[in-house]
Nanobody, 123 residues
Framework: QVQLVESGGGLVQAGDSLRLSCAASEGTFSNYYMGWFRQAPGKEREFVATISRNADNAIYAESVQGRFAISRDNAKNTVYLQMNGLKPEDTAVYYC????????????????WGQGTQVTVSS
């Protein structure tokens, strides 16, 4: 069972940046495609970004394309989400997740989930 722990959330102003981290508990981290999702109050969980196992490919939700960047360090069992140009509509709980399927956007393909970290963007 892979344990995922997110960190790096907080309260920021519009236009600021944050970097989220997600540390995995076990050494098979590099076998997983990793993703970030978010859930705003009263809304369904939505896809943000996903990255391939060797970090040579990534896809993003249209709403964050060009502002967010996903990366990973397999030596540290960690995936990151760099968020620039934050907007109030980015306010949500952000979750990292692990999948055995290549670059999928659907949450049902992700088998391990973290507990989430809150990101709040004030206007």
């Amino acid at each position: 069972q892979v344990q995922l722990v997110e960190s790096g959330g907080g309260l920021v102003q519009a236009g600021d940046s944050l970097r989220l981290s997600c540390a995995a508990s076990e050494g098979t981290f590099s076998n997983y495609y990793m993703g970030w999702f978010r859930q705003a109050p009263g809304k369904e969980r939505e896809f943000v970004a996903t990255i391939s196992r060797n970090a040579d490919n990534a896809i993003y939700a249209e709403s964050v394309q060009g502002r967010f960047a996903i990366s990973r360090d397999n030596a540290k069992n960690t995936v990151y989400l760099q968020m620039n140009g934050l907007k109030p509509e980015d306010t949500a709980v952000y979750y990292c997740a692990a999948s055995t399927n290549l670059l999928v956007r659907e949450s049902r393909y992700y088998v391990h989930w973290g507990q989430g970290t809150q990101v709040t963007v004030s206007s």
